[in-house]
């Protein structure tokens, strides 16, 4: 693999004046095993470090163009992760509590020996390393909560969304993107993926960067992860943003059964944040958990399309057998839903409302509908065969786990809110919100649809009907709400029917009839 250093070999810039210092410390350290390169001044040492990163600056006090205060003080504003030591031979109390305030590890008086420079510098590296242990261990951590997070929940959209935002804080990156494989209903398709960016905000118009699917891909098939900095990184990109000439990839397969089914790639255009392999293997744990979360809710999306189509095929066939009733539930859930979201009701409530929408009249499978078909008045018996469905849905439904938070809706959603509908008898408030949705829609479609001892009525006389028994056998707020939905809904021009007006006048109306 391809790596921008490595850990057992660390890089020293040593910044000294005096050509004698730089020769002897690049001599002795190199023979040390350790990667060194030299500079003159503050400035050219900068310049250096922006062109390649380093884990220890030696500089000396006194140089010109740049002293070795400013010099640290540049790195730290820079936010390099470099540990740093000075040297001189001009040494007070006063320049070393001014070179400590600034971030300096050590300070060293020339002259000085090689071996006690050498001691220095290994006890300051070793600061370094635990340092960085330590904040890879709390890394290692924040992506196991993080991981916990994404297998706990079965929507793909948040998912991605936690591994986008984990991934972009983690690594601070200034974009991150994530290459997902599109489900294939034939295998002999060929593989396409989707691509979802998250980039930093407050940056130019935005990195606007793209990895080379192909290529990408491609290393994993011999490489656990890849990164990999400077033009070698380039071939790696499919689009580089515009004068982003210093660019580090980090990319690690998403893998499910050893299928790769996508990548994570983070993408740096800072000089100081170059990816590192420790980083690599820290996102590989991210990208374990990750790729099975995605495969699980990718599961949990296709039994829910399975089931819908299973429910939806059976409300159909249960409407086919009557000609006055072909698509109410289809109908009445779509009233439904737009009340709850009008309420503001959670989308976990909302999605509630539509499967009771499609389902509140499950328990008609067991009714005689040619019955109840008639031109004729029903008898009272009938009626009460009727009344039995919201019973029989109940019992069919509450044997579906996924659907047991349904059941209340479907059974109740023909209570009355003064308390004298059925089954029950239970009143106002407690008659879940849901049910009390579902008797407003239901209701209306029913009085705007064909039945076999009456025409539909127009949409006006059943507003005044939803008006009529608003506080009896509906929820007032639910009939409010809907009636300002289908008003909102009339085409420009056409006169309104007032429903508040209405609604007060139906008020008036039961109040001087009692």
């Not at 209306?444 to 009456?454: G, I, L, Q």
């Amino acid at each position: 693999m391809e790596y921008i250093y490595s850990q057992d070999s660390p890089r020293i810039l040593v910044v000294d004046d005096e050509k004698v210092i730089r020769d002897i410390l690049s001599d002795f350290l190199s023979e040390e095993g350790f990667k060194v390169a030299v500079e003159s001044d503050g400035q050219l040492a900068l310049a250096e470090l922006e062109r390649n990163p380093y884990d220890l600056v030696i500089t000396d006090l006194m140089m010109p163009n740049m002293g070795g205060i400013d010099l640290l003080r540049e790195i730290g504003a820079r936010g390099y992760n470099i540990i740093t030591i000075i040297m001189t031979g001009f040494g007070t109390v006063e320049t070393a509590i001014q070179a400590m305030k600034q971030g300096a590890y050590d300070y060293m008086l020339k002259p000085f020996k090689v071996d006690e420079m050498l001691q220095v510098i290994k006890r300051a590296l070793e600061k370094q390393k635990l340092e960085r242990e330590n904040i890879r261990l709390k890394e290692v951590m924040s992506l196991y909560n993080v991981s916990e997070a994404m297998t706990s929940t079965l929507s793909l959209d948040t998912i991605l969304h936690m591994i986008l935002e984990t991934t972009q804080a983690e690594l601070d990156s200034d974009c991150v993107s994530l290459l997902i494989d599109e489900p294939r209903d034939d295998d002999s398709q060929p593989i396409t993926y989707l691509t979802h960016t998250l980039c930093q905000d407050g940056r130019d118009e935005g990195p606007g960067c793209e990895a080379d699917v192909d290529l990408v891909l491609d290393w994993f098939r011999s490489n656990p992860f890849l990164v990999i900095s400077g033009p070698k990184a380039k071939r790696f990109f499919k689009s580089v943003p515009k004068n982003k000439a210093n660019v580090s990839l980090l990319s690690v397969p998403l893998k499910v059964r050893d299928n790769i089914i996508g990548a994570i790639n983070a993408f740096s255009f800072n000089r100081s944040q170059r990816y590192t392999e420790g980083q690599g293997k820290l996102l590989i744990i991210l990208a374990s958990r990750a790729a099975q979360a995605i495969e699980n809710a990718r599961l949990f999306e296709n039994l829910q399309r399975t089931f819908r189509g299973t429910i939806q095929g059976l409300v159909s066939t249960l409407e086919a057998k009557d000609k006055y009733t072909s698509g109410h539930s289809r109908r009445v859930t779509e009233y439904a839903v737009e009340i709850a979201e009008a309420m503001g009701l959670s989308p976990e409530e909302t999605e509630k409302i539509e499967w009771a929408g499609l389902l509140h009249d499950i328990g008609k499978i067991g009714i005689r509908l040619e019955a109840l078909n008639k031109p004729e008045k029903i008898t009272v018996e009938e009626h009460e065969m009727f009344k039995d469905h919201c019973v029989m849905g109940k019992q069919i439904l509450e044997s579906i786990h996924f659907l047991r938070g349904v059941v209340p809706l479907v059974l109740y959603h023909h209570e009355w809110y003064d308390g004298s509908g059925y089954p029950e008898g239970i009143k106002g408030k407690n008659i879940p919100k849901g049910a009390r949705i579902l008797a407003v829609a239901d209701s209306y479609d029913a009085m705007t649809s064909d039945r076999p001892y009456r025409k539909a009525m127009s949409e006006d006389d059943a507003i005044e009907e939803l008006n009529r028994f608003s506080g009896t056998q509906f929820d007032p707020e639910v009939v409010e709400i809907f009636i300002d939905l289908l008003e909102s809904k009339r085409p420009a021009g056409q006169g309104k029917s007032n429903p508040k007006k209405k609604m007060a006048a139906a008020r008036q109306k039961k109040a001087k009839a009692k």
